[in-house]
């Protein structure tokens, strides 16, 4: 199984950014982590992080008749990106949604999600493990 990971805006920041809230991990180390996960599973994970709202539209298209499954974090785009949902719709690949923090229990804009609607499950609050508990589900179930 070929899963690619894709992580948005500000992701990169991991370890720098507001650590109370997404931990001290830095991105390279959730990389690692990912990698070495997906490795003792004998999963094949290609990981991805953009700011940029077209770019993440790209990668999610090029998963098309690549990649059998998707885990993503839209970072700040989970909260206003069509775009991203409507390219999500379009591969019609299984996708996870991950969250760091718990976006349910903070503010009222990150209340909504439009990506959700294409996505077979969201993984929320549960830090960088989410990551990991979004690759085993689709293991699990795929
Ligand atoms: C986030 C939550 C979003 O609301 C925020 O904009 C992020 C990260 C998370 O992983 O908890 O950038 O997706």
Known sequence: MKIKVINGP???????REP???GVETYDSLC???RDHAGSKGVEVVLYQSNHEGD???EI???LGDCDAIV???GA???TSIAILDAAKAVSLPIVEVHISDVSAREDFRQISYIRAACVKTVSGHG????LEAIDFLLENN
């Open 10 to 16: 500000n992701l990169n920041m991991l370890g720098i």
């Open 20 to 22: 109370g809230i997404y």
């Open 32 to 34: 690692e982590k990912i």
């Open 56 to 58: 993440l539209v790209d």
């Open 61 to 63: 298209q090029n998963c």
């Open 72 to 74: 993503i974090n839209p």
């Open 77 to 79: 785009y989970t909260h």
């Open 128 to 131: 960088t493990d989410g990551y």
